[in-house]
């Protein structure tokens, strides 16, 4: 599997981006879909993730409400869509891939359930 991100940039806060991944591979409806973040000189952290059957979770402290994940399985494609940013936000943004999942309904935060990653996509947020 691969995956390609794309569609960051730098923006003003209160501003929007959206973020796309595509994914390589014939089963791509069959895995979750996350999206994680790392801000320089921390950690990588959890955003967001979407399953197999579309729902989607997100980090409810920093990001919900703001963010919505998504995926268009005929396009090998999820997304993020990022509203109302905020300089905290910046951060290099990566998606994944969860490749395990057995369960259409089941979401997965933990990095560690993520086999695949793609190259990080670089989001700025000026105040």
């Known amino acids: 599997v691969q995956l390609q991100a794309s569609g960051g940039g730098l923006v003003q806060a209160g501003g929007s981006l959206r973020l796309s991944c595509v994914a390589s591979g014939a089963s791509f409806s069959r895995y979750g879909m996350g999206w994680f973040r790392q801000a320089p000189g921390k950690g990588r952290e959890f955003v967001a993730a979407v399953g197999r059957s579309g729902r989607a979770i997100y980090d409810t402290d920093s990001v919900k409400g703001r963010f919505t994940a998504s995926r268009d399985n005929a396009k090998k494609t999820t997304y993020l869509q990022m509203n109302d940013l905020k300089p905290e936000d910046t951060a290099i943004y990566y998606c994944?891939?969860?490749?395990?999942?057995?369960?259409?309904?089941?979401?997965?935060?933990?990095?560690?359930?993520?086999?695949?990653w793609g190259q990080g996509t670089l989001v700025t947020v000026s105040s």
């Open positions: 994944a891939a969860d490749t395990r999942v057995i369960s259409s309904v089941d979401v997965r935060r933990e990095s560690t359930n993520y086999g695949y």
